[in-house]
């Protein structure tokens, strides 16, 4: 049974930093796609990043390019999810979501290409 638990999320001040973690459990992750999603209230989840675990390849939506690292250990079994010079627009409840098949360039920033879903971590960007 495949499990992804984040955790890490909190309130921030504009301009600080920040890092989730997805540790994920279940079976052999390496042909998966591992995204990250956040949801602010009121408004759809939208994607922020997504990796292809085993290449190791990322991407980014637009809105954190530059801002946010997305890694992965195999080892450690874990996603991570790095955010620099946070705004107020980055608070959302952030899930991290795995898709068994790969390749990362199939739709990565889809919510429906995802199966499993995390139970999601707040963070609040506020001073």
């Known amino acids: 049974q495949v499990q992804l638990v984040e955790s890490g999320g909190e309130m921030v001040q504009p301009g600080g930093s920040l890092g989730l973690s997805c540790v994920v459990s279940?079976?052999?992750?390496?042909?998966?796609?591992m995204a990250w999603f956040r949801q602010a209230p009121g408004k759809a989840r939208e994607p922020v990043g997504a990796i292809e675990w085993g290449r190791n390849i990322v991407t980014y939506a637009d809105a954190v390019k530059g801002r946010f690292t997305i890694s992965r250990s195999d080892w450690a079994s874990t996603m991570w999810l790095h955010m620099n010079d946070l705004k107020p627009e980055d608070t959302a409840i952030y899930y991290c979501?795995?898709?068994?098949?790969?390749?990362?360039?199939?739709?990565?920033?889809?919510?429906?290409?995802?199966?499993?879903w995390g139970q999601g971590t707040q963070v609040t960007v506020s001073s």
């Open positions: 279940g079976r052999n992750f390496n042909r998966d796609v």
């Open positions: 979501a795995d898709d068994e098949d790969g390749p990362l360039s199939r739709l990565w920033d889809a919510v429906e290409r995802y199966e499993y």
